[in-house]
């Protein structure tokens, strides 16, 4: 039988305590536990960057952590971020540049790009390009986003 463990951790500035089976990963628990749909998952191995989102601080894949390694944790995903506004700027600027088609990648990229906005710092195209290379898109081309993620860059 499958083991089970309770964990408390804060979503999105709420505290959340559920019951979790040991193998569960976090964004399978964030998903389908927690209704939080932004976090998509599509290789589920750690390569494609759907999964991104925040914990502690720093951006994870959800699909390379277990739920019950983030007892205790502070998660942020794209839904909480979106409703603090603190992805406005990049959500603009990817609306503006038409750096999403189908939109499957674009939670995981403006969560890494957020990661990159958030240290201040000037980045040339091909440090942006570096930072965005574990978040597959399989529409844009990457140039639109990398343009998008620019703008909110010149404007830090
Ligand atoms: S679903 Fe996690 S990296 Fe692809
Ligand atoms: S917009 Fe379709 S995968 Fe990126």
């Known amino acids: 039988m499958e083991q089970a ?3 408390t951790l804060t979503v999105n500035g709420t505290a959340v305590t559920r019951r979790v089976e040991a193998r569960q990963h976090l964004v399978d628990f964030l998903r389908d536990e927690l ?9 589920e191995h750690g390569v494609c960057g759907a999964c991104t989102v925040r914990v502690d601080g720093s951006i994870v894949r959800g699909c390379l952590m277990l739920a019950v390694q983030a007892n205790g944790c502070r998660v942020d995903t794209v839904e909480g971020l979106s409703d603090s506004k603190e992805l406005a700027k990049l959500q603009k600027a990817f609306h503006e540049r038409n750096a999403l088609q189908c939109g499957f990648c674009t939670p995981g990229m403006l ?4 990661d990159l906005v958030l ?11 570096n930072h965005i290379s574990g978040n597959y898109c399989r529409c844009t081309g990457y ?10 860059l010149q404007q830090a």
Do not use: P, Y
């Open 5 to 7: 463990f309770d964990i």
């Open 35 to 43: 209704g939080l749909t932004g976090s998509h998952t599509a290789c």
């Open 111 to 114: 969560m890494a790009a957020q």
């Open 119 to 129: 240290q201040k710092k000037k980045f040339s195209r091909e440090e942006i390009r």
């Open 143 to 152: 140039q639109a986003i990398v343009d998008a993620i620019e703008d909110v």
